[in-house]
Nanobody
Framework: QVQLVESGGGLVQAGGSLRLSCAAS????????MGWFRQAPGKEREFVAG??????????ADSVKGRFTISRDLAKNTVYLYLQMNSLKPEDTAVYYC??????????????????WGQGTQVTVSS
């Protein structure tokens, strides 16, 4: 059973930084795409950043490029997915989710392509 557990959210002032973590277990993720999404109140869930293990490729939404960095680590049977967020803006306020696309055909950006989701962690950026 795939489990994704996010942590690291919180309240930060504009210009500050946060690092989100996602502990992923329950399958071999070596061929998967893993990503971070976010959803603000009243808005649709949107892609933030993705990483394709096999392609050693990272990709970002234009709104976060240059400010956010996605990375991953492997320890025993758990994959740790990270999102380093710098120069945070009030418009970055949202619930952030990590997700897994088990059969990526390209750089997956649509939520519909991701089968597994974490419970989310709240990020609030004050002005």
């Amino acid at each position: 059973q795939v489990q994704l557990v996010e942590s690291g959210g919180g309240l930060v002032q504009a210009g500050g930084s946060l690092r989100l973590s996602c502990a992923a277990s329950g399958r071999t993720f070596s061929r998967d795409a893993m990503g971070w999404f976010r959803q603000a109140p009243g808005k649709e869930r949107e892609f933030v950043a993705g990483i394709r293990w096999s392609a050693q490729n990272t990709y970002y939404a234009d709104s976060v490029k240059g400010r956010f960095t996605i990375s991953r680590d492997l320890a025993k049977n758990t994959v740790y997915l990270y999102l380093q967020m710098n120069s945070l803006k009030p418009e970055d306020t949202a619930v952030y989710y990590c997700a897994v696309d088990p059969s990526p055909q390209y750089n997956s950006r649509s939520p519909d392509e991701y089968n597994y989701w974490g419970q989310g962690t709240q990020v609030t950026v004050s002005s």
